[in-house]
């Protein structure tokens, strides 16, 4: 009788070779000579005049989205439904046989590279990568401006707009409030470069050919976000002051899912240097700045709830923000975001449900377990908003 880890195993050479290397398969044909009598196809003659490079490129766009399509797929059969394996007289719940199927599935030695025919059509490039470090750091920082930086200011403006301040008080709040968003980015860069010198944390980011961390390719991630000259934000952000915001909500964090309890210790090596290096430390230097540059009146208007202050409402959205972009970009293929613990990598987007739900989660979330701020005798210091 097969073993567990024998069924495991052979459930995911089924799934390999039947759905992912299938739907690769396709691909490659559709690229290179398939055509189909077909009118919601005629699209297909327009392709067939793109060059090499152009289809590498779209097939390369392909992989990722059925990556990240069958991940998620497997994540939903572990959260709400279960697969089961009928073997003899046996029923056996597929997910329940491993911590993750989603893990197993696209994992440095999961299901693709032990079982795929096609483990290597990330590499079908045909020409070698000539890009330069400073045009990789500007791939990383300009979607992280508009998606991060713009967002988080875009969202508070919404805030402020609603708030009733009139247009030089909230002018004022503004300023600061991009001073908080600057100082959370640059605070998380300073703990990414720390826990990359230590070798427990990186960040990635792929070229075409390979993955490149970021912090051996720049001088200073924090400084390439603010240099007033020729920083990411100096080049590519729309926002300006609170008139040009678009104004967005402010949306709750999504309710927690539970991660796999193995991953847990993983986590929260993470919660903790994200609270106490980047939270914390923002409120550190933020709060005193919202003292001395806005007058009673103003701290007064803001003030609405003791517990919740309008510093950690941004820094919350802005690592929101940061991490939704971070998994987006880890799905298509275009970094890497990874924990290094027992000397084993784990990519962060592979094994939470979210880090909105771990950051946010209220009682025994990672900001009421690690940061100096999470009880209201610690938050007297910090200016007051909803």
């Known amino acids: 009788m097969p073993s567990e880890a024998e069924l495991l195993n052979a459930f995911g050479l089924h799934f ?12 490659e044909q559709f690229l290179e000579s398939f055509t ?5 196809w005629s699209f297909t003659k327009e392709i067939d005049g793109l060059p ?4 590498a490129l779209m097939h390369k766009h392909t992989q990722a989205v059925l990556e990240i399509t069958l991940q998620r797929f497997l994540s939903l059969l572990e959260d709400e439904y279960q697969l089961v394996q009928i ?3 046996r029923a056996l719940n597929i997910s329940a046989l491993t911590d993750s199927l989603a893990l197993a599935y696209k994992s440095k030695d999961g299901w693709i590279s032990s079982y795929s025919e096609m483990a290597n059509e990330r590499e079908i490039a045909s020409t070698s990568s000539t890009i330069s470090s400073d045009d990789l750091l500007k791939q990383f920082g300009k979607p992280l401006v508009h998606e991060v930086y713009d967002h988080s200011l875009d969202q508070c403006g919404g805030l402020l707009k609603k708030s009733g301040l009139d247009e030089i008080k909230s002018d004022a709040v503004f300023a600061l409030n991009k001073k ?17 010198c230590m070798n427990d944390m990186q960040l990635r980011i792929y070229d075409g050919q390979k993955f490149h961390r970021l912090t051996e390719i720049s001088d200073g991630l924090g400084g390439d976000l603010i240099d007033e000259n020729v920083g990411w934000i100096a ?4 926002v300006i002051n609170l008139e040009n915001c678009i104004g967005f909500a402010i949306h709750e964090a999504s309710p927690a899912k539970v991660t796999t309890s193995a991953f847990i210790p993983i986590l929260d090596q993470l919660g903790k240097a994200l609270i106490e290096e980047v ?5 550190d230097t933020s709060s005193p700045l919202f003292q001395d540059k806005l007058d009673p009146e103003v701290l007064t208007q803001l003030q609405q709830d003791s517990r919740v202050s309008i510093q950690q409402l941004i820094i919350k959205t802005t690592l929101s923000n940061l991490f939704n972009f971070l998994q987006s970009q880890s799905s298509i293929g275009n970094l890497e975001f990874s924990l290094i613990k027992g000397g084993k990598l784990y990519n962060i987007a592979e094994i939470t449900h979210g880090i909105d739900g771990d950051l946010f989660n209220g009682d025994g979330g990672w900001i009421d377990r690690f940061s100096r701020f999470s009880r209201q005798d610690e938050t007297s210091n910090i200016v007051p908003f909803t």
């Not at 390999?16 to 398969?25: A, M, N, Q, S, T």
């Not at 189909?36 to 919601?40: A, V």
């Open 87 to 89: 073997d003899g007289q």
């Open 36 to 40: 189909l009598d077909n009118p919601e």
């Open 279 to 283: 939270y914390d430390q923002t409120l």
């Open 16 to 27: 390999i070779r039947e759905v992912h290397d299938l739907g690769l398969k396709f691909s």
């Open 235 to 238: 080049e590519f952000s729309h």
């Open 52 to 55: 090499p490079e152009t289809k």
């Open 180 to 196: 908080v968003v600057e100082l959370t980015l640059f605070n998380f860069f300073n703990m990414l470069e720390y826990n990359s």
